[in-house]
Structures are given as C-alpha cells and as structure tokens.
C-alpha cells in the first residue's frame, strides 16, 4: 500500500473557499465553508491521482508544508494534509 499525504491550501474567494495543491499539476477543488472545501479536496486528490495512475504517470512526490513557500498573493485561511492511499502494483 502507497500512502501519501498532500498539502492543501485552502484560500478565500469572493463566493467561498478555493482550493489547489501546490505539489499537483492542475487539481484543484472547492466549496462554499472551509469544511466543504476539505472534503471536495480529498475527492479531487483522489481522482486526479487515480487519473494519473491510469495514464501511467508516477505519483507526485509530496513534500512537507513547512517546504512550500506563502504567495503573498493568496488569501491562504488553512493548510491541511490530504490523505492518499491505493495498493501497490504487483
């Protein structure tokens, strides 16, 4: 079993609360509290990882939050770590 555990960062958005992962290309997700805009993120994780899985790529490396730099330009309300998990290939 692989298991990884990706940072989120939830900003603040004129209707509600965006999220992204710095360490993954293109996800992204939302939700109109903090609490909704966690769980779409674990969803999204999900799906794009199991995307990229089938399209043969490697899993991006995840690094700590404490590694990932504060845009200035984002309204960051939270960081949380998503977890990913799936069984490893035999």
Do not use: K, Q
């Amino acid at each position: 079993m692989i298991i990884r555990f990706y940072v989120a960062i939830i900003e603040r958005s004129s209707d509600g609360f965006g999220v992204f992962f710095p360490d993954v290309d293109g996800c992204t997700s939302a939700g109109d509290t903090v609490e909704e805009a966690t769980a779409n993120a674990s969803e999204a994780l999900n799906s794009h990882l199991a995307l990229c899985l089938e399209d043969g790529e490697a899993l991006p490396e995840a690094r700590d939050s404490d590694a990932i730099e504060r845009d200035p330009d984002v309204d960051e309300v939270a960081r949380v770590l998503i977890r990913y998990s799936v069984r490893a290939r035999a």
